[in-house]
């Protein structure tokens, strides 16, 4: 019997792909915005504690899934304040995107209404672009004490570690954006958060010293 590295590229590929079918990821979808935290509570079964009104959230009930998954959208509490009261009011900060955490081979199941759209693509292996478990902690963190982050398309950069602070010890990529050192800590090979960073709190990692981030290829 043959092992996979004698097996022609195209079998291979094949293979490989169905491995990864099987495997628990997170990925990011599109949906349509001002859904996301609907499709969070459908997808986790956890209510969603924004909702001003039992009658607002019985019009905008979907059907949960059974089982739940893992399903993580950044959200951040912000005042607004109008001339007779504040109010705290939910921002996302990935509007339009939601993170799961899944197999692909039940994939259909996200598809629970009109607005969820599709999965963020790795181009090259024409697939769902995986997100690094470490990654997303990594992610997570970020959003929980950083005040100004954004969502951008990566570009080349030097690879760096951050020295101090709450993200000592991420591993990312830091460009130049209108003079400002923004560190880039990427999800997939096409989307990445960024926040302004003091460039004496990074270091330069020498290639080829670390495993790529995310790990998204065989």
């Known amino acids: 019997m043959k092992t996979i590295s004698e097996l022609p590229d195209s079998?291979?590929?094949?293979?490989?792909?169905?491995?990864?079918?099987?495997?628990?990821h997170w990925y990011a979808i599109y949906v349509t915005p001002l859904h996301e935290r609907q499709l969070l509570e459908a997808y986790t079964g956890v209510p969603d504690p924004y909702a001003r009104?039992?009658?607002?959230?019985?019009?905008?009930?979907?059907?949960?899934?059974?089982?739940?998954?893992e399903a993580y959208v950044p959200i951040r509490e912000e005042k607004h304040k109008w001339s007779d009261r504040t109010?705290?009011?939910?921002?996302?900060?990935?509007?339009?995107?939601i993170f799961v955490r899944i197999r692909l081979e039940e994939r259909r199941r996200l598809y629970i209404a009109d607005y969820v759209?599709?999965?963020?693509?790795?181009?090259?292996?024409?697939?769902?672009?995986?997100?690094?478990?470490?990654?997303?902690?990594q992610f997570r963190t970020?959003?929980?004490?950083?005040?100004?982050?954004?969502?951008?398309?990566?570009s080349v950069g030097d690879t760096v570690q951050i020295l101090s602070g709450p993200y000592e010890g991420f591993v990312g990529e830091v460009v130049r954006d209108r003079g400002n050192a923004l560190f880039?800590?990427?999800?997939?090979?096409?989307?990445?958060?960024?926040?302004?960073?003091?460039?004496?709190?990074?270091?330069?990692?020498?290639?080829?010293?670390m495993r790529k981030i995310p790990d998204v290829r065989y």
Do not use: C, W
């Open 11 to 24: 079998e291979k590929a094949r293979i490989l792909r169905e491995r990864r079918q099987k495997e628990l």
């Open 53 to 69: 009104t039992q009658r607002g959230r019985a019009n905008r009930a979907l059907a949960k899934l059974d089982p739940p998954i």
């Open 87 to 97: 109010r705290i009011v939910p921002v996302v900060l990935t509007p339009g995107i």
């Open 117 to 137: 759209n599709a999965f963020l693509y790795n181009k090259d292996k024409k697939e769902p672009a995986a997100i690094d478990d470490e990654v997303m902690v």
């Open 142 to 154: 970020i959003v929980e004490h950083e005040t100004d982050i954004s969502l951008v398309t990566p």
């Open 184 to 209: 880039q800590l990427r999800l997939t090979d096409n989307l990445a958060v960024a926040l302004t960073i003091k460039e004496d709190q990074i270091k330069i990692v020498p290639r080829g010293t």
